[in-house]
């Protein structure tokens, strides 16, 4: 009984090296910026930012009457200033030049600015 480990094997023809073009970026859809400048300072706003909520969410958790509207506001401000700031960076940096139209909103650094100001109108209604 013939095995279908057993058949004949042959060497295959090696698979040549993708060649590079002079001035191409190596993984072209892979955002990569060219500003760390920017994030720096965006980084610094943001920890600036993110103190007083911080505060507001601590002392509101930690209250001997739970008040909900600010331990929302506090919930919904905590990962929208982050979120914010990576969206930011990423429509200053030139993340919404990659993709054509609403597609370069579904991609990843600036698909969080519209979900950070969603969390920010969130956090004002529950405030």
Known sequence: MPNAFAGPTALTAAVPAPRQ?????VGGAVYQSKRPGLAVVLVVLTV???LPVLRLFIH????SDVPAGATLAGM???PALPMFSLGLYGLIGGA???APGVRAWLRTPLAYLPVALLLF???GLAA
């Open 21 to 25: 073009q002079y001035g191409a970026e």
């Open 96 to 98: 919404a030049a990659a």
């Open 121 to 123: 109108v969130a956090a």
């Open 76 to 78: 919904f401000m905590i």
């Open 60 to 63: 509101a958790v930690t209250a």
């Open 48 to 50: 600036l930012f993110e």
